[in-house]
């Protein structure tokens, strides 16, 4: 167990639909990443927090959003789900977001978009 | 920049040795392995940082050539439980943020009995 909690671990929803996920990261970690991971792609970087402020944004497309609130959990708000967005979302935490800090992932939300 | 990793798929027999590479066009602060087991979470396994330092895990190892921008990891006399997808992180001066970690598309290591 990595300490990391995401919610919902399953996720069917209809394409035009607007989701959220959500994570806790580990006691202590100041720093959020959100990660997608499709079958040919890999784990794609979308975006990170430290302590409520975007830090590093990566390919998150314009439909996507992220915030961190002040208790350090964060969201990701997809919205007008396309088929493509079918995907394994990741969350990740460190202690500082900075360079040389390894990463806890959690165990993932699973999305379907039917 | 995303890194590129050889071989994309690797299978060996238990005791059998592999290396698996990673490469950046850019320039690297520090490479981070991973590896991720079928429908779990990736899992830290050690990062190196720029120095050409190389640092070991039980027996698996990786070297960090910071002038070639080239990572390698070695897994040494494999076991079952090495099987797994393999990736490697790099971290750069580039996009105007150290602290985000760009991903390979993984390395698919399946050891057999």
């Known amino acids: 167990d990595s300490g990391v909690t995401q919610t919902p671990k399953h996720l069917i929803t209809a394409t035009g639909q607007r989701v959220t996920l959500r994570c806790s990261p580990r006691?202590?970690?100041?720093?959020v990443y959100w990660y997608q991971q499709s079958l040919d792609q890999g784990l794609q970087f979308l975006i990170q927090?430290?302590?409520?402020?975007?830090?590093a944004k990566g390919n998150i497309l314009e439909r996507f959003s992220a915030q961190q609130f002040p208790d350090l959990h964060s969201e990701l708000n997809l919205s007008s789900l396309e088929l493509g967005d079918s995907a394994l979302y990741f969350c990740?935490?460190?202690?500082?977001?900075?360079?040389?800090?390894?990463?806890?992932f959690g165990s993932g939300t699973q999305l379907s978009v039917l | 920049q995303q890194p590129v990793q050889s071989p994309q798929a690797v299978i060996l027999r238990e005791g059998e040795d592999a290396v698996i590479n990673c490469s950046s066009s850019k320039a690297l602060y520090s490479v981070h392995w991973y590896r991720q087991k079928h429908g779990e979470a990736p899992v830290f396994l050690m990062i190196?940082?720029?120095?050409?330092e190389q640092k070991g895990h039980e027996k698996i190892s990786a070297s960090f050539n910071e002038k070639k921008q080239q990572s390698s990891l070695y897994l040494t006399a494999s076991q079952l439980s090495y099987s797994g997808t393999y990736f490697c992180?790099?971290?750069?001066?580039?996009?105007?943020?150290?602290?985000?970690?760009?991903f390979g598309k993984g390395t698919k290591l399946s050891v057999k009995p």
């Open positions: 927090y430290y302590n409520g402020e975007e830090r």
């Open positions: 990740a935490s460190s202690v500082g977001g900075s360079v040389g800090e390894k990463l806890f």
């Open positions: 992180g790099t971290e750069g001066p580039y996009g105007g943020s150290q602290g985000n970690l760009i």
């Open positions: 006691s202590g970690d100041l720093s």
């Open positions: 190196l940082l720029k120095g050409g």
